[in-house]
C-alpha cells in the first residue's frame, strides 16, 4: 500500500511563489516516474510536470521556465517550485507517483488528496 500527501499550497499575489511537497510513505521497492498535475474548478485535470527516477524531466508549455519539479529518492518526496505564479495557475494540484510494490503485485499509480494553490491578482 501506497500513500502520498501533499502540502504548501495557499494563497499568494501574482508575481509570487510556493512550494508544494509531496511524500510517500507505505510498503513499496521503489517509486519510478513521479509527477504533478492540477484541476481548476468545471475543467479536466492536467498534467503539470514529472520526472523520473534519473532526474530527467517533462513540462507542459504553459509552466515552462516558471515552474521546477525536482525529488528526493532517500526521502522518498518530490517538490514542485512555483514561480511568477498567475492566476490562472489557481487550482487543486495533485501528486501521482508510479510505484513498484513488489514482485508479485507489480506497479501501482497512486494519487494523493491534493492542495489548493490560489493566486489573486
Known amino acids: 500500500q501506497v500513500q502520498l500527501v501533499e502540502s504548501g499550497g495557499g494563497l499568494v499575489q501574482a508575481g509570487g511563489s510556493l512550494r508544494l511537497s509531496c511524500a510517500a510513505s507505505g510498503r513499496f521497492l521503489s517509486i519510478n516516474t513521479m509527477g504533478w498535475y492540477r484541476q481548476a474548478p468545471g475543467k479536466q485535470r492536467e498534467l503539470v510536470a514529472t520526472i523520473t527516477r534519473s532526474g530527467i524531466t517533462n513540462y507542459v508549455d504553459l509552466v515552462k521556465g516558471r515552474f521546477t519539479i525536482s525529488r528526493d529518492n532517500a526521502k522518498n518526496t518530490a517538490y514542485l517550485q512555483m514561480n511568477s505564479l498567475k492566476p490562472e495557475d489557481t487550482a487543486v494540484y495533485y501528486c501521482?507517483?508510479?510505484?513498484?510494490?513488489?514482485?508479485?503485485?507489480?506497479?501501482?499509480?497512486?494519487w494523493g488528496q491534493g492542495t489548493q494553490v490560489t493566486v489573486s491578482s
Open positions: 501521482n507517483a508510479d510505484v513498484l510494490a513488489g514482485v508479485t503485485y507489480g506497479s501501482i499509480d497512486s
